[in-house]
Structures are given as C-alpha cells and as structure tokens.
C-alpha cells in the first residue's frame, strides 16, 4: 500500500484546511496522525473503509472531520477553526487488518503498517 498525502499549506487562525490521502492498494482503515516541532508525533483521527467508525483525539473533537471516498480510494480530513498549536506535519497510514479493541488499536501508531509523506500544515495566529 502507497499513500500519497496532499493539500497542506499555511492558514490563519480559525480558518479551515481539507488534506487528502490518496491510497493505492487496498487496506482496512485509514488514520491521520501529526508531528509538530519538537514533539513526538501524536494520534489526530481514523476512519474504517469498510464500517463509519471513526474515532478522533480530545484535541481536535469537534473541529476536524475524517472522511473517506472508497470509490477514489482517497481518505481526507476537513479540519476547522485551527489553531496555531495544530501546526504539524500530518501523516496519514494505513492499517491492514482489523483489529478488535476500539480506540486501543486505532490510536496508536504501533498498529499502522503503512504511511504516507507527510504534508506541511501550519497556522498562523
């Protein structure tokens, strides 16, 4: 599986921004975790390809939406009223099995077997 992540760039505080992944191979469900500097990278939302289940962290609940389009086989994440400490590069991955436990596998990296390029996202305050 290849994931190609696009549609960072820079935006104000409380603007909004859309990122893509574009995933070539088939996978059972598609996260989006972010790097910021300095910091260890963290879990920020996941969605199955198959079920709707989705699950988000407490930082962005309420502000970011993960979507996916299985038809182009493309995953997304609408992220709303940002703020400067949501500046990060944003990895999107792939998990390859399902793994039965809830947000126990589907937030930590450990269980995600492939990952995209990383897109800049940085917000202006």
């Known amino acids: 599986v290849q994931l190609q992540a696009c549609g960072g760039g820079l935006v104000q505080a409380g603007g909004s921004l859309s990122i893509a992944c574009a995933a070539s191979?088939?996978?059972?469900?598609m996260g989006w975790f972010r790097q910021a500097p300095g910091k260890e990278r963290e879990f920020v939302a996941r969605?199955?390809?198959?079920?709707?289940?989705?699950y988000y962290s407490d930082s962005v609940k309420g502000r970011f939406t993960i979507t996916r389009d299985n038809a182009k086989n493309t995953g997304y994440l609408q992220m709303n009223s940002l703020k400067p400490e949501d500046t990060a590069v944003y990895y999107c991955a792939a998990q390859t099995r399902a793994y039965y436990g809830g947000a126990v596998y589907a937030t930590n990296e450990r269980f995600y077997t492939y990952w995209g390029q990383g897109t800049l996202v940085t917000v202006s305050s």
């Open positions: 191979g088939s996978s059972y469900a």
């Open positions: 969605i199955g390809w198959t079920f709707d289940t989705t």
